[in-house]
């Protein structure tokens, strides 16, 4: 199973906790150990034209999923035949913003906002509450497993030292952008459910996003 990340921005991030979740979700949920999975960090203005793009939303946002072999999860001996699972796009300047209006670390978020986009990646998705409720618990149940059978403290993210706030720099490059109840969609990603919080998000509010490639 081959789990890659990249990193292409001013944060530092551990990539080894980013594949390991990678890996631990892909197995929980059957997927062929030969399948393949791209995770990506990017900053706020490639990742709002990708937005744009697919999504026809102004803005950056947190996450976006791009299935490439629709593969879905498999069974108890029934594992997901081998094949390319997607990539993911994550910006961690809005991540770190979600993680501090929801009380956690940046760390936290991004690795929840992993889980999420891989969900999207094998069909999964919010549309209506009852899909909300399924795959919210389930990301939850992934997260903490995960968390619970490694061993030592998460790594957080930082920027790098001296870094610009490139979230800032890109509303002030773009304040066109800025429209009401924007900033609210930003803050609320998957965050929205906290590991101690029973399933209340609103879909209207999640900034996660699924995107479709083209042909």
């Known amino acids: 199973?081959?789990?890659?990340?990249?990193?292409?921005?001013?944060?530092?991030?551990?990539?080894?906790?980013?594949?390991?979740?990678?890996?631990?979700?892909l197995d929980q949920m059957k997927?062929?150990?030969?399948?393949?999975?791209?995770?990506?960090?990017?900053?706020p203005e490639p990742i709002a034209q990708l937005h744009e793009h697919w999504m026809n939303l102004a803005g950056p946002t947190d996450v976006m999923s791009f299935p490439m072999d629709e593969l879905r999860p498999g069974s108890d001996g029934d594992v997901?035949?081998?094949g390319?699972?997607?990539?993911?796009?994550?910006?961690?300047?809005?991540?770190?913003?979600?993680?501090?209006?929801a009380g956690h670390s940046?760390?936290?978020?991004m690795l929840l906002l992993t889980a999420h986009g891989i969900l999207h990646l094998l069909g999964f998705d919010h549309t209506t509450n009852q899909q909300e409720h399924q795959m919210f618990t389930l990301q939850r149940q992934l997260m903490l497993t995960f968390l619970a059978q490694r061993s030592g403290k998460l790594t957080d993210i930082t920027p790098?030292?001296?870094?610009?706030?490139?979230?800032?720099?890109?509303?002030?490059?773009?304040p066109e952008h800025i429209q009401p109840g924007h900033e609210k969609m930003i803050r609320g990603g998957a965050s929205d459910l906290k590991p101690d919080e029973s399933d209340q998000s609103n879909t209207?509010?999640?900034?996660?996003?699924?995107?479709?490639?083209?042909?």
């Open 106 to 109: 940046a760390v936290e978020e």
């Open 31 to 43: 997927v062929s150990p030969d399948a393949e999975l791209s995770i990506t960090f990017v900053d």
């Open 84 to 101: 390319i699972l997607g990539d993911i796009v994550i910006c961690p300047d809005v991540a770190a913003q979600q993680a501090q209006a």
């Open 160 to 174: 790098l030292p001296g870094s610009p706030d490139m979230l800032a720099r890109y509303w002030q490059q773009h």
């Open 80 to 82: 997901t035949p081998a």
């Open 1 to 25: 199973m081959s789990v890659e990340v990249a990193n292409e921005t001013q944060w530092q991030i551990d990539p080894k906790e980013f594949s390991d979740l990678g890996l631990w979700v």
């Open 204 to 215: 209207s509010d999640d900034g996660t996003e699924s995107g479709q490639k083209g042909q």
